[in-house]
Nanobody
């Protein structure tokens, strides 16, 4: 079984920065993709950034140049550095990981519990 634990959310003023962390644990053989999603009140969950094991990255247009996703494969971790935050970035941020379970050799697709990011003065 694979679990994700997120941390790093909080309250920040417009223009500020936050760094989110996501650490996977359990019976992990490999992780192919680690993503960050967010869901604002009354809105659907949306993909913010993706980082594949090949180092390919994807960013939602509205965060390009402000957010950076990175991974530490040795720690089964992903990070989201968020700079120049605006109130529109306020949401619950979720980490998602997809890979192969070492105990079952089956694919897994797991979500973290979410971490609240609030951008307000």
């Amino acid at each position: 079984q694979v679990q994700l634990v997120e941390s790093g959310g909080g309250l920040v003023q417009p223009g500020g920065s936050l760094r989110l962390s996501c650490v996977a644990s359990g019976t992990i053989f490999t992780i192919g993709a680690m993503d960050w999603y967010r869901q604002a009140p009354g809105k659907e969950r949306e993909l913010v950034a993706r980082r594949l094991s090949s180092a390919f990255t994807y960013y939602k247009d509205s965060v390009k140049g402000r957010f950076t996703i990175s991974r530490d494969n040795a720690k089964n971790a992903a990070y989201l550095q968020m700079n120049s935050l605006t109130p529109e970035d306020t949401a619950v941020y979720y980490c998602n990981a997809r890979g192969v379970d070492s105990s079952t050799t089956q694919e897994f697709d797991v979500w973290g519990q979410g971490t609240q990011v609030t951008v307000s003065s």
